[in-house]
């Protein structure tokens, strides 16, 4: 089954093209701000590199978050506009475990950081498992500090990946035993995604299109500056 892969919840969008075979083609854009000018065009670039059509596809994937509220909204719009017009399934998969699945090769504790914005971070924790990775707390939204605090009381061998670990890189120095992953690490794959969603494709881990859910972990900004100003008058 051919699946395609799209990714859109950190300042990076993307999507790939794979099936048993592993990817078949990926594209990825680092313009902030730019994901829907991106995402059509790269679709079709890893269609083309890929020597397929997109009547092919078995599936289509997205990453449901948590992550930058427009930028979601954009792959996951695409994503099922895609997935209405061929009849396709569709997986979701959160973006925390697309950035620890690259990292699945360690035995530190995987702590994943993505950039929130306005101070804050989306977190987990996963620890390697045979064939893979496993998380083992689920996401919240925190700051730099609180996860600092976190961290401490655990007191063992950990690596930190996402921009939002590059991001608070000095914060993160007062923990012991703590490595920093490299700027390969620091955003959500598509290429993960293409890989995490074959293996539940081929377990039938199916979504309609209309039950896809979003994780956005909190409100989006525009509704928390509404409040603030609502508060404040």
């Known amino acids: 089954m051919l699946i395609l892969g799209i990714e859109s919840a950190s300042s990076q969008v993307g999507c790939a093209v794979g099936g048993h075979e592993g990817v078949l083609a990926s594209a990825h ?9 991106n995402l059509a065009p790269q679709i079709e670039f890893v269609r083309r590199q890929a020597g397929i059509e997109l009547g092919d596809l078995g599936a289509v994937a997205v990453d449901v978050g948590p992550g930058l509220f ?13 997935a209405y017009a061929l009849g396709l399934p569709m997986i979701g998969v959160s973006s925390l475990d697309l950035l620890a699945f690259p990292a ?18 989306f977190t987990a924790l ?13 996401a919240n939204v925190c700051t730099s500090a609180e996860l600092v605090a976190e961290l401490q009381a655990l007191d063992e061998p950990m690596l930190l990946v996402g921009d939002g670990a590059l991001r608070y890189a000095g914060a993160f120095q007062a923990i012991g035993r703590m490595e920093l992953a490299e700027q390969g690490l620091a ?7 293409v890989q995490l969603a074959h293996a539940r494709a081929m377990r039938e881990e199916f979504v309609r299109p209309w039950d896809l859910e ?4 909190r409100k989006p900004d525009v ?8 508060g404040g008058s």
Do not use: K
Not at 214 to 217: D, H, K, T
């Open 29 to 37: 854009s680092g313009r902030g701000g730019l994901h829907a000018e």
């Open 126 to 138: 996963f620890r390697q498992v045979p064939g893979g990775i496993q998380r083992v707390r689920d």
């Open 223 to 230: 509704d928390i500056n509404w409040s603030t100003r609502q």
């Open 70 to 82: 427009t930028g979601l909204r954009v792959g996951i719009a695409t994503a099922l506009a895609v």
């Open 104 to 121: 699945r090769w360690t035995g530190r504790l995987v702590v994943t950081a993505l950039d929130a914005r306005r101070g804050e971070l």
């Open 187 to 193: 955003h959500p794959s598509a290429r993960a995604l």
């Open 214 to 217: 979003p994780v956005y972990l």
